[in-house]
T-cell receptor, first 117, second 113 residues
Framework: AQSVTQLDSHVSVSEGTPVLLRCNYS??????LFWYVQHPNKGLQLLLK??????LVKGINGFEAEFKKSETSFHLTKPSAHMSDAAEYFCVVSDLGGSSNTGKLIFGQGTTLQVKP | DGGITQSPKYLFRKEGQNVTLSCEQNLNHDAMYWYRQDPGQGLRLIYY???????QKGDIAEGYSVSREKKESFPLTVTSAQKNPTAFYLC????????????FGQGTRLTVV
């Protein structure tokens, strides 16, 4: 079975400082991994996705994530936080490519990013 | 513009009442999904459909029902059997092949009054 663990429920940074949101995954096959962002009372927006083409994935708004198979991690980073980055972030794994192959998404518990002025 | 439209944005339900949440997509996606979000938790899958006239239960299907009569539409009914329906409901669609992502609607917040 697949699973995702987000290691921090809440992260607080100052504007202009780096952001690190941590995610570990468990999968019996090569996973499809995603990071989504959710602003209050809104739907989810895709930040980036890992497709096995490259281990360092660049996304929107300056975010990037590195896939490390040996550590089963897919941490999200940004060099310099902006006030507009304050939101909920979800690390997600899909069952596509596995035996069930339904497109079902398995979500981490989410990390709330607070950006202080 | 292509996308997923959920309506209404806010919905209030009385005890014992059934309500239906709408989800429409014009992305020509075969697969559609309903997720429930509770505060401080990730999303949990309620129902999904990979093709018209077919759907399967997800992890928390009890107290919910769906239909998929058209490719574009996947309405969710929250029945009176759902004991704790207050939550944020999100609809998603995707092509459901390797390396593709899901697209989400803006959500419906359901509150029991």
């Amino acid at each position: 079975a697949q699973s995702v663990t987000q290691l921090d429920s809440h992260v607080s940074v100052s504007e202009g400082t780096p952001v690190l949101l941590r995610c570990n995954y468990s999968s019996s096959y090569s996973p499809s991994l995603f990071w989504y962002v959710q602003h209050p009372n809104k739907g989810l927006q895709l930040l980036l996705k890992y497709t096995s083409a490259a281990t360092l994935v660049k996304g929107i708004n300056g975010f990037e994530a590195e896939f490390k198979k040996s550590e089963t991690s897919f941490h999200l980073t940004k060099p310099s936080a902006h006030m507009s980055d304050a939101a909920e972030y979800f690390c997600v794994v899909s069952d596509l490519g596995g035996s069930s192959n339904t497109g079902k998404l398995i979500f981490g518990q989410g990390t709330t990013l607070q950006v202080k002025p | 513009d292509g996308g997923i439209t959920q309506s209404p944005k806010y919905l209030f339900r009385k005890e014992g009442q059934n309500v239906t949440l709408s989800c429409e997509q014009n992305l020509n996606h075969d697969a559609m999904y309903w997720y429930r979000q509770d505060p401080g938790q990730g999303l949990r899958l309620i129902y999904y459909s990979q093709i018209v006239n077919d759907f399967q239960k997800g992890d928390i299907a009890e107290g919910y029902s769906v239909s998929r009569e058209k490719k574009e539409s996947f309405p969710l009914t929250v029945t009176s059997a759902q004991k704790n329906p207050t939550a944020f409901y999100l609809c998603a669609s995707m092509v459901a092949t390797m390396n593709t992502e899901a697209f989400f609607g803006q959500g419906t917040r359901l509150t029991v009054v």
